[in-house]
Protein backbone atom coordinates (compact mmCIF):
# COMPACT_ATOMS: atom_id res chain seq x y z
CA UNK A 1 0.00 0.00 0.00
CA UNK A 2 1.51 3.38 -0.84
CA UNK A 3 1.94 5.44 2.05
CA UNK A 4 0.51 8.63 -0.19
CA UNK A 5 -2.88 8.04 -1.28
CA UNK A 6 -4.78 10.12 -4.03
CA UNK A 7 -8.81 10.11 -5.31
CA UNK A 8 -9.64 10.02 -7.30
CA UNK A 9 -7.71 8.15 -10.19
CA UNK A 10 -8.89 9.98 -13.04
CA UNK A 11 -11.44 12.87 -13.56
CA UNK A 12 -13.32 14.62 -15.89
CA UNK A 13 -15.30 17.94 -15.40
CA UNK A 14 -17.44 20.41 -17.83
CA UNK A 15 -15.26 23.50 -17.87
CA UNK A 16 -16.73 25.75 -15.45
CA UNK A 17 -17.14 22.84 -12.48
CA UNK A 18 -15.12 22.91 -9.17
CA UNK A 19 -13.14 20.15 -8.64
CA UNK A 20 -11.48 18.72 -5.51
CA UNK A 21 -8.70 16.18 -5.55
CA UNK A 22 -7.66 14.52 -2.03
CA UNK A 23 -4.57 13.32 -0.71
CA UNK A 24 -4.40 11.11 2.45
CA UNK A 25 -0.73 9.80 3.70
CA UNK A 26 -0.01 7.51 6.35
CA UNK A 27 3.59 9.00 7.58
CA UNK A 28 5.09 11.77 9.20
CA UNK A 29 5.76 14.84 7.13
CA UNK A 30 7.24 18.29 7.31
CA UNK A 31 5.25 19.89 4.47
CA UNK A 32 3.49 18.77 1.47
CA UNK A 33 3.77 19.60 -2.22
CA UNK A 34 1.12 19.60 -5.29
CA UNK A 35 2.18 19.38 -8.58
CA UNK A 36 1.23 19.31 -12.14
CA UNK A 37 2.62 17.47 -14.35
CA UNK A 38 1.99 18.47 -18.19
CA UNK A 39 0.76 15.99 -21.35
CA UNK A 40 4.22 16.80 -22.36
CA UNK A 41 6.02 15.42 -19.15
CA UNK A 42 6.52 18.59 -17.54
CA UNK A 43 6.27 19.00 -13.68
CA UNK A 44 5.26 22.30 -12.41
CA UNK A 45 5.15 22.70 -8.06
CA UNK A 46 1.74 24.49 -7.56
CA UNK A 47 1.94 24.67 -3.47
CA UNK A 48 4.11 23.81 -0.63
CA UNK A 49 2.13 23.69 2.59
CA UNK A 50 2.54 22.54 6.19
CA UNK A 51 -0.37 23.96 7.76
CA UNK A 52 -3.97 25.75 6.52
CA UNK A 53 -4.38 26.98 3.24
CA UNK A 54 -3.25 28.45 0.50
CA UNK A 55 -4.56 29.90 -2.75
CA UNK A 56 -3.36 30.91 -6.26
CA UNK A 57 -5.31 32.40 -8.47
CA UNK A 58 -8.00 29.54 -8.85
CA UNK A 59 -6.40 27.00 -7.24
CA UNK A 60 -6.86 26.31 -3.43
CA UNK A 61 -5.05 23.97 -1.21
CA UNK A 62 -5.82 22.81 2.16
CA UNK A 63 -3.94 20.55 4.61
CA UNK A 64 -5.07 18.90 7.81
CA UNK A 65 -2.26 17.60 9.94
CA UNK A 66 -4.15 16.21 12.38
CA UNK A 67 -6.55 13.87 9.62
CA UNK A 68 -3.57 13.41 7.30
CA UNK A 69 -5.49 14.55 4.81
CA UNK A 70 -4.85 17.08 1.82
CA UNK A 71 -7.15 18.94 -0.54
CA UNK A 72 -6.57 20.40 -4.08
CA UNK A 73 -9.14 22.74 -5.27
CA UNK A 74 -9.71 24.55 -8.90
CA UNK A 75 -12.24 27.08 -9.33
CA UNK A 76 -14.13 27.76 -12.62
CA UNK A 77 -12.40 24.88 -14.14
CA UNK A 78 -10.95 25.44 -17.72
CA UNK A 79 -9.63 22.99 -20.51
CA UNK A 80 -5.83 24.23 -20.11
CA UNK A 81 -6.12 22.91 -16.20
CA UNK A 82 -6.52 19.15 -17.91
CA UNK A 83 -3.35 17.47 -16.30
CA UNK A 84 -2.42 14.85 -14.11
CA UNK A 85 -1.95 16.62 -10.62
CA UNK A 86 0.61 14.55 -8.22
CA UNK A 87 0.77 14.74 -4.07
CA UNK A 88 4.33 14.43 -2.48
CA UNK A 89 4.98 14.51 1.00
CA UNK A 90 7.80 14.91 2.91
CA UNK A 91 8.72 13.13 5.51
CA UNK A 92 12.75 11.91 5.99
CA UNK A 93 12.10 11.72 2.07
CA UNK A 94 9.87 12.79 -0.77
CA UNK A 95 7.05 10.56 -1.22
CA UNK A 96 4.36 10.50 -3.92
CA UNK A 97 1.00 9.83 -4.84
CA UNK A 98 0.19 7.92 -8.11
CA UNK A 99 -1.71 11.14 -9.34
CA UNK A 100 -4.96 12.34 -10.50
CA UNK A 101 -5.68 12.65 -14.47
CA UNK A 102 -7.50 15.48 -14.70
CA UNK A 103 -9.39 16.25 -17.93
CA UNK A 104 -11.52 19.02 -18.50
CA UNK A 105 -13.90 19.34 -21.28
CA UNK A 106 -15.33 22.88 -23.35
CA UNK B 1 15.97 33.18 -14.90
CA UNK B 2 16.35 29.88 -16.57
CA UNK B 3 14.59 26.86 -14.60
CA UNK B 4 16.30 23.81 -14.11
CA UNK B 5 17.44 22.19 -17.61
CA UNK B 6 18.21 18.03 -18.08
CA UNK B 7 20.08 16.19 -20.99
CA UNK B 8 19.35 14.36 -22.98
CA UNK B 9 15.32 14.79 -22.95
CA UNK B 10 15.22 11.32 -24.56
CA UNK B 11 18.02 8.70 -24.48
CA UNK B 12 17.73 4.81 -26.34
CA UNK B 13 20.40 2.81 -25.24
CA UNK B 14 20.90 -1.14 -24.94
CA UNK B 15 20.74 -3.62 -21.93
CA UNK B 16 24.47 -3.55 -20.65
CA UNK B 17 25.01 -0.11 -21.89
CA UNK B 18 25.75 2.87 -19.90
CA UNK B 19 24.08 6.01 -19.81
CA UNK B 20 24.74 9.37 -18.13
CA UNK B 21 21.47 12.22 -17.12
CA UNK B 22 22.65 15.37 -16.66
CA UNK B 23 20.98 17.95 -14.35
CA UNK B 24 22.01 21.90 -13.98
CA UNK B 25 19.93 23.38 -10.87
CA UNK B 26 18.52 26.81 -11.31
CA UNK B 27 21.60 29.06 -10.30
CA UNK B 28 22.20 28.96 -6.10
CA UNK B 29 20.10 26.28 -5.52
CA UNK B 30 21.84 24.23 -2.71
CA UNK B 31 19.70 21.37 -3.14
CA UNK B 32 19.44 18.42 -5.73
CA UNK B 33 16.60 15.90 -6.26
CA UNK B 34 16.62 13.17 -8.32
CA UNK B 35 13.69 10.83 -8.97
CA UNK B 36 12.33 8.70 -11.49
CA UNK B 37 9.21 7.41 -12.71
CA UNK B 38 8.85 3.82 -13.93
CA UNK B 39 5.69 2.77 -15.87
CA UNK B 40 3.05 2.72 -14.35
CA UNK B 41 4.09 3.48 -10.92
CA UNK B 42 4.24 6.83 -8.84
CA UNK B 43 7.43 9.16 -8.39
CA UNK B 44 10.15 7.55 -6.69
CA UNK B 45 12.92 9.70 -4.91
CA UNK B 46 16.20 8.68 -5.50
CA UNK B 47 18.37 11.33 -4.02
CA UNK B 48 19.29 14.58 -2.42
CA UNK B 49 22.19 16.58 -2.70
CA UNK B 50 22.97 19.64 -0.97
CA UNK B 51 25.58 21.42 -2.74
CA UNK B 52 28.19 18.92 -3.65
CA UNK B 53 27.18 16.52 -0.79
CA UNK B 54 24.71 13.47 -0.85
CA UNK B 55 22.67 14.04 1.91
CA UNK B 56 19.94 11.24 1.38
CA UNK B 57 20.87 8.62 -0.81
CA UNK B 58 18.12 5.96 0.27
CA UNK B 59 16.18 5.92 -2.91
CA UNK B 60 19.09 5.03 -5.56
CA UNK B 61 18.09 0.85 -6.14
CA UNK B 62 21.59 -0.68 -6.32
CA UNK B 63 24.77 0.16 -7.43
CA UNK B 64 24.41 0.13 -10.79
CA UNK B 65 23.17 4.15 -9.92
CA UNK B 66 25.73 6.62 -9.44
CA UNK B 67 25.12 10.12 -9.06
CA UNK B 68 27.92 12.96 -8.32
CA UNK B 69 27.74 16.57 -7.67
CA UNK B 70 31.19 17.84 -8.43
CA UNK B 71 31.71 21.36 -7.40
CA UNK B 72 28.11 21.72 -6.30
CA UNK B 73 26.64 23.21 -9.61
CA UNK B 74 25.15 20.29 -12.14
CA UNK B 75 24.68 16.91 -11.35
CA UNK B 76 24.97 13.70 -13.12
CA UNK B 77 23.76 10.16 -12.79
CA UNK B 78 25.41 7.16 -14.20
CA UNK B 79 23.85 4.07 -14.86
CA UNK B 80 25.92 1.42 -15.35
CA UNK B 81 25.26 -1.24 -16.76
CA UNK B 82 21.73 -0.60 -17.57
CA UNK B 83 18.90 -3.23 -17.42
CA UNK B 84 15.27 -3.39 -18.49
CA UNK B 85 13.59 -1.99 -15.32
CA UNK B 86 15.40 0.95 -15.43
CA UNK B 87 13.67 2.17 -18.12
CA UNK B 88 10.67 5.27 -16.85
CA UNK B 89 11.78 9.03 -16.56
CA UNK B 90 14.31 10.75 -14.43
CA UNK B 91 13.29 14.20 -13.11
CA UNK B 92 15.68 16.07 -11.43
CA UNK B 93 14.36 18.91 -9.28
CA UNK B 94 16.27 21.93 -7.37
CA UNK B 95 15.29 24.25 -4.41
CA UNK B 96 17.37 26.76 -2.77
CA UNK B 97 16.17 25.81 0.95
CA UNK B 98 15.26 22.25 2.21
CA UNK B 99 12.29 22.25 2.49
CA UNK B 100 11.23 24.19 0.30
CA UNK B 101 9.29 24.90 -2.98
CA UNK B 102 11.24 21.84 -5.56
CA UNK B 103 11.30 23.19 -8.77
CA UNK B 104 11.34 20.29 -11.65
CA UNK B 105 12.81 19.50 -14.35
CA UNK B 106 11.52 18.31 -17.87
CA UNK B 107 12.81 15.14 -17.48
CA UNK B 108 14.75 12.65 -19.40
CA UNK B 109 13.02 9.58 -20.73
CA UNK B 110 15.17 6.62 -20.26
CA UNK B 111 14.54 3.39 -22.68
CA UNK B 112 16.41 0.61 -22.06
CA UNK B 113 16.00 -2.11 -24.86
Known amino acids: KNEVEQSPQNLTAQEGEFITINCSYSVGISALHWLQQHPGGGIVSLFM???GKKKHGRLIATINIQEKHSSLHITASHPRDSAVYIC????????FGAGTRLTVKP | EAGVTQFPSHSVIEKGQTVTLRCDPISGHDNLYWYRRVMGKEIKFLLH????????ESGMPNNRFLAERTGGTYSTLKVQPAELEDSGVYFC???????????FGPGTRLTVL
Open chain 1, 88 to 95: AVRGNDMR
Open chain 1, 49 to 51: LSS
Open chain 2, 49 to 56: FVKESKQD
Open chain 2, 93 to 103: ASSQNSPDTQY
